[in-house]
């Protein structure tokens, strides 16, 4: 009886927490979408008026790397942070076959936001807040997915 | 009473099952949805094109701020952008060379025009404000040729508002219309804004080239312009 109490007294909250992980991954991975979203159409638009006052802002939206083969840089974060979200939900409704994927896409998002910091830093010696969002939302998402215990 | 509850419990199961892909396609949807909503408001001062919203579109095609003074095409690999002052002798010169490299580089360069009146010029203002009249007639580049080509005239002048107006004429403005726009605060607005977004991104003097985004620092005579369009387009053919 006490060790069928401990049991249920343990796993719940075990499984709870690693949704709830999940669901915050999607949640972040939202704010992501939103701001890719925004800067894609912005740059759809030709508009650097979103930089406001920011120094440098237009240099980078402006840059040779605000497109790769034609087709804006920004639209690519769109397609990982959508595609993170889904991933998310469907980990967080117990699918466990896409946790995998899920911290694989996360890697390779946290690499390639260090090189566009990179470039931002050392290249164009310029900064866009909103890239600069993009890359802490991936670097929070990488830092969740290391700190909190999820099942793998 | 029992398939009743089977049915039901079947029911929240399915449910169930589909809900991420719910919530999923509603966010999908929702990113699209906004995302065409907002470039609808952003583009919605431009002339528009007729063909109306159709999927997604591309760099080419999407229409652009109608007060951008471009020429050459969107996609260009290189785009050269110049902060220039119209009363400013280098900025004559450095726009015949930036004329024939486009010449040259047909296709493959655009040109950006950016208002940067400095005090010091007395008819730099009027100058500006004279071209972007000429632009809401759609004919922003051919008061640019004008202003640059007899910049010697009228910026000695002590109105040159008088030459603008010949050159409206001579090049086939409502010059009454342009007269107008010249004093409206809308068209000096523009110029102001130009220039504010010029001081952000640090210009000071005039002219301020930026190829492919980056601030030209080597001088600008036509060589070290092309050397430095070579070297833009160069890691694209390679690529």
């Given at each position: 009886m006490a060790s069928k109490s401990k049991h249920f007294a343990d796993s719940p909250p075990a499984r709870v927490r690693s949704s709830a992980v999940y669901w915050i991954v999607a949640v972040v991975a939202l704010l992501g979408l939103a701001d890719a979203t925004f800067l894609t159409?912005?740059?759809?638009?030709?508009?650097?008026?979103?930089?406001g006052s920011f120094a440098g802002c237009s240099t980078?939206?402006?840059?040779?790397y605000a497109t790769i083969k034609g087709i804006p840089t920004a639209a690519f974060g769109v397609m990982a942070y959508f595609t993170l979200f889904s991933a998310a939900v469907l980990a967080a409704f117990g699918y466990t076959r896409v946790r995998k994927f899920l911290f694989?896409?996360?890697?390779?998002?946290?690499?390639?936001?260090?090189?566009?910091?990179?470039?931002?830093?050392?290249?164009?010696?310029?900064?866009?807040?909103?890239?600069?969002?993009?890359?802490?939302?991936?670097?929070?998402?990488?830092?969740?997915?290391?700190?909190?215990?999820?099942?793998? | 009473?029992?398939?009743?509850?089977?049915?039901?419990?079947?029911?929240?199961?399915?449910?169930?099952?589909?809900?991420p892909f719910l919530i999923i396609s509603a966010v999908g949807l929702l990113t699209i949805g906004s995302a065409v909503e907002f470039y609808r408001v952003k583009t919605r001062l431009a002339p528009a094109p007729a063909g109306?919203?159709?999927?997604?579109?591309?760099?080419?095609?999407?229409?652009?701020?109608?007060?951008?003074?471009?020429?050459?095409?969107?996609?260009?690999?290189?785009?050269?952008?110049?902060?220039?002052?119209?009363q400013c002798p280098s900025c004559a010169l450095v726009?015949?060379?930036?004329?024939?490299?486009?010449?040259?580089?047909?296709?493959?360069?655009r040109i950006i025009f950016h208002e940067y009146p400095l005090e010091m010029h007395k008819h730099a203002m009027e100058a500006a404000l004279a071209a972007e009249a000429a632009a809401v007639q759609g004919k922003f580049w051919e008061m640019h040729e004008m202003l640059y080509r007899y910049q010697s005239v009228w910026a000695e002048a002590?109105?040159?508002?008088?030459?603008?107006?010949?050159?409206?004429?001579?090049?086939?403005?409502?010059?009454a219309r342009f007269r107008a726009d010249r004093t409206a605060p809308d068209v000096r607005a523009r110029v102001i804004a130009d220039a504010t977004v010029g001081n952000s991104r640090g210009v000071k003097n005039t002219p301020t080239i930026f190829i492919n985004g980056i601030e030209l620092r080597t001088g600008f005579t036509k060589d070290k312009l092309q050397a430095t369009i070579e070297a833009a387009l160069a890691p694209k053919k390679t690529s």
């Open positions: 159409v912005a740059h759809l638009t030709g508009d650097d008026a979103v930089c980078v939206l402006g840059s040779a694989a896409l996360v890697a390779a998002m946290f690499i390639a936001a260090l090189y566009f910091l990179y470039l931002q830093a050392f290249v164009l010696h310029a900064f866009c807040p909103f890239c600069l969002f993009s890359a802490a939302m991936t670097f929070l998402l990488a830092g969740i997915l290391v700190a909190l215990p999820a099942d793998r | 009473v029992i398939r009743v509850a089977a049915d039901a419990r079947e029911f929240s199961a399915s449910m169930k099952r589909f809900l109306g919203p159709g999927g997604t579109p591309t760099p080419a095609e999407a229409p652009e701020d109608p007060f951008l003074h471009a020429r050459g095409p969107r996609n260009a690999p290189v785009t050269l952008e110049i902060y220039g002052d119209f726009s015949q060379a930036i004329d024939d490299l486009q010449k040259q580089y047909e296709g493959k360069m002590t109105t040159a508002n008088f030459f603008f107006e010949s050159y409206a004429e001579s090049i086939g403005l409502d010059v």
